[in-house]
């Protein structure tokens, strides 16, 4: 009787890790090609480099988040805390470019703090100070409980603001979600099935349920994600009516010196659709 219980123990103990294990194992499984998804993410996270949180520390307005996943990752980034003497109006969950770290660009999103809005940004999984595989399923569930937290806390307008990689991110995260919000998607590719993952993922088809106010913007002189990549996207977003912003002079988001015009004009979006 001993011995079948401890053999009972033994084989509900080992269904119970089986099951956790292939858990975390599929979340940070490659869905766009077993060798080239990692060789990709691996090349795109060293291009961003490696975090320096230290150049932070004199900002007060600045302070430092972490979540931890569901497969029991951590992820890192920075809450750039609200101007807004009565409190936050809102909060902007900003997803970055593939080769950028939370503590490169968190400080250039004073503009809409002084607007009134907590603006979060973390490293993805794998890069940075962030815990894990650099996998886009992974962190396309990432961005999702990111976004569930952050509804939790009852902020009275939402906003999201992707670029390049993350307006990719953002578009498949919020596919499906058709609450109230404020999306920006700042030079974002029209496809990555070209690169081998599931059409499933492509911007053009997830912006076809992308509810809420949105602006989508683009560069003519974007030598990151041209014209050319993004032109399908850009006709698509125009087809049903979403807010299109094609600007001759931009290039890639923080790559082009024009910073501050990004931000004013993202800055006069949220206020024209915020709730007052």
Not at 111 to 121: H, M, P, T, W
Not at 195 to 215: A, M, Q, R
Not at 238 to 260: Q, S, V, W
């Amino acid at each position: 009787m001993k011995k079948t219980s401890l053999l009972h123990l033994f084989c509900v103990s080992f269904i119970i890790y089986s099951v956790s294990a292939s858990s975390n194992t599929d979340l940070e499984a490659t869905i766009c090609g077993s060798i080239k998804e990692p060789f990709v993410f691996w090349m795109w996270s060293n291009l961003a480099g490696k975090p320096n949180p230290d150049r932070l520390k004199s900002n007060n307005n600045i302070k430092d988040i972490s979540i931890n996943t569901r497969d029991g990752k951590v992820l890192r980034g920075y809450k750039l805390k609200s101007r807004n003497e009565t409190g936050a109006n809102g909060y902007i969950l900003v997803s970055q470019g593939n080769a950028m770290l939370a503590d490169q660009i968190i400080d250039r999103f004073s503009e809409l703090s002084r607007a009134g809005f907590d603006v979060y940004i973390f490293d993805y999984r794998g890069y940075g100070r962030s815990e894990g595989k650099r996998r886009f399923k992974a962190i396309l569930n990432d961005y999702r409980q990111i976004k569930d937290y952050l509804d939790s806390l009852r902020y009275g307008n939402r906003a999201f603001y992707g670029m390049s990689f993350g307006g990719v991110v953002l578009l498949d995260v919020l596919k499906d979600d058709n609450t109230k919000k404020m999306v920006v998607i700042d030079s974002a590719p029209s496809t990555l099935s070209d690169y081998g993952c599931p059409p499933g993922h492509d911007p053009i088809n997830n912006i076809l349920t992308l509810s809420g106010e949105s602006l989508f913007i683009f560069g003519e002189k974007d030598k990151v994600v041209t014209r050319e990549m993004s032109m399908e996207l850009s006709k698509r977003a125009k087809d049903i009516g979403k807010t299109l912003l094609i600007r001759k002079e931009f290039g890639h988001p923080f790559m082009d010196g024009h910073n501050a015009r990004r931000m004013n004009i993202i800055r006069e979006f949220l206020t024209k659709h915020q709730t007052r």
